[in-house]
Structure formats: C-alpha cells, structure tokens
C-alpha cells in the first residue's frame, strides 16, 4: 500500500478516535490500527491485490458512523444518565425553556416588583405561608425516608446546595407563571375560581415537596467522590430473617465505594464503604456491560 493513502487512513481513523466515548477510545483506536496495519502487510504480499484500497478507505471513514454508534450502545447510555454534568444540563434547558414560553418570567418579575414597591401586598403574606407550608412538608416527608447524606467531599456538599438553590427558585418562579396563566384565563364565575385557585395551591405544594424530595433522594444515591449515581443494587439476605435482614447494596462502577441501604428495618442507618483501589479494574467489565 502507498504512503500517500495509508497516512490519509491513519488520520482518519485519528480523528474518528475524538468521537470515542473516553473510557473506549485507547482500545477502539488500537483496534483500528491493527485492522489497517494487517490489510496493508496482505497488500504489501501480494495476497490482497491494490483494488483493495478504496474498500480500506470506505473502512476508514466509516469509523466515524460506528463511533458516535458506541454513544447510543445501551451501556453507554445508561452511564450518560448517571453522570453529574446531566443535572445541570437538564435544569439549564428546563429553564430556557420555561423562561421563553413565559416570555421572560413576566409574572415572577412582577410579583417581586410588587414585593419591593408594596411590602404590605395583600398577595405577599398568602404566599410566604405557602411557601413555608410547603417546606414543611417537604421536610416531613423526606424525614420519613431517613436516607443518609454523605458530606466526604465540598463537590457533594456544593452539588446539592446547588440543586436546592435551583429547586426552590425555579418551581416558585414556575408557579406564579402558570398560576398567573391561569388567572389570565379563567372564566368570570366564582366557582371556577375557587377551584382554580385550590387546584394552584395543590399544585405547588406538590410540585415543591417533590423537587425537594427528589434533591434529597438523588443525592442520597450518589458517590460521595464522583457524584455518579451509585449503580449494580444487588438483593442482600431475607426478609424473614433476623440474622441477615434485607439490605440493598448499591456501587460506584468508577470503584470508589458501595452503600448498603437497610431495607428490612427502615430505621437502621445506611452505610457507605470506601472502596480499595484495586476493585476499579474489577468493576470496568460490569461499566461497559
Ligand atoms: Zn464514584
């Protein structure tokens, strides 16, 4: 095989190596080569003839289809789902979204303008008691799940302070859009506004306490190294027995620790072991599974 195709291969096959998800791309990379180093010894031979180049170049250039393809695998997927980044992302679009269909937070914009101007506003008292009845139950309820939080880190400390702070601005911000949506639509009798009004307040109590039920839940199933959520839960004893309850065990794939959830007596406290090092290269196989 001439150099002038074997390098545009080699690059080729380079380049298409960026697309590889990370953990993948040394393995997927040497592959290739190899593939490309033992067609070019056969052409060299003489046991392949030069027509085969261009089906080696076709080969090539589609490494580019099969790398984006290794990101749509099921395993891969699965772990995209579980990485820290995707919170973030998904609340940054949750918002764009919210704030262009809201036209820019109008009715939060004048709700607070009305706070700052008119303290003494008859809607500004109802809605501090909302809110704080809200919190209440959010706190009742999460207190009932008795899940433990793992401070090891300032990352987990700072990635659930930062969940919080996004909760309890957002769905507040959501609300008086949508209750303000509804004031703008509703009919002129009085009954449809008392059920509008009771169907708002139901509304957002349920939409705060399950944000923040779902900030405490998914911080709790978290790796206090990595912040992935934990992955492989694997049933432990039996329900009928007192010796070895039912416990759950739940593992960071990255190797760094497993956390036991007793589910058999909902009062015991959760455990998080620290994993040695060594159980990264024994949990890699059960990542890409
Ligand atoms: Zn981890």
Redesign the pocket.
């Known amino acids: 095989m001439s150099t002038e195709p074997l390098l545009r291969c080699r690059c080729l096959l380079h380049t298409a190596s960026w697309l590889v998800p990370a953990p993948e791309r040394a393995n997927w990379l040497a592959a290739r080569l190899s593939i490309l180093r033992n067609w070019t010894i056969l052409i060299d031979r003489g046991e392949i003839t030069l027509r085969a180049e261009p089906d080696i170049i076709r080969y090539c250039w589609r490494s580019f289809a099969d790398a984006v393809h290794l990101w749509f695998n099921p395993a891969q997927f699965h772990n995209l789902l579980r990485r820290p980044s995707l919170v973030p992302l998904l609340g940054a679009l949750l918002i764009a979204v919210s704030a262009f269909l809201s036209g820019g937070f109008r009715a939060t914009h004048a709700f607070f303008h009305n706070i700052v101007t008119q303290p003494s506003s008859d809607s500004v008292v109802p809605y501090c008691i909302l809110f704080t009845f809200s919190l209440l139950i959010a706190a009742f309820t999460i207190a009932q799940r008795r899940r433990a939080l793992h401070w090891h880190s300032w990352s987990y400390s700072a990635f659930f302070a930062a969940k919080l702070a996004a909760v309890l601005s957002f769905v507040p911000a959501g609300w008086l859009e949508f209750h303000a949506l509804i004031l703008a639509h509703r009919p002129h009798a009085e009954l449809p506004f008392i059920l509008s009004a009771l169907s708002s307040v139901v509304i957002y109590i349920v939409g705060l306490t399950s944000a923040l039920r779902w900030c405490y839940i998914d911080q709790s199933l978290r ?1 206090p ?2 912040l ?1 959520l934990l992955n492989l839960p694997v049933a432990i004893g039996s329900w009928s027995s007192v010796f070895d309850p039912a416990n759950t065990e739940l593992v ?1 794939d ?1 190797g ?1 620790g497993s956390l036991l959830i007793p589910e058999a007596d909902p009062g015991a406290d959760e455990r998080w072991t620290t994993l040695d090092p060594s159980w990264r290269d024994v949990l890699e196989p059960a990542k890409s599974a």
């Open positions: 790796c190294v990595c992935k960071c990255d760094h």
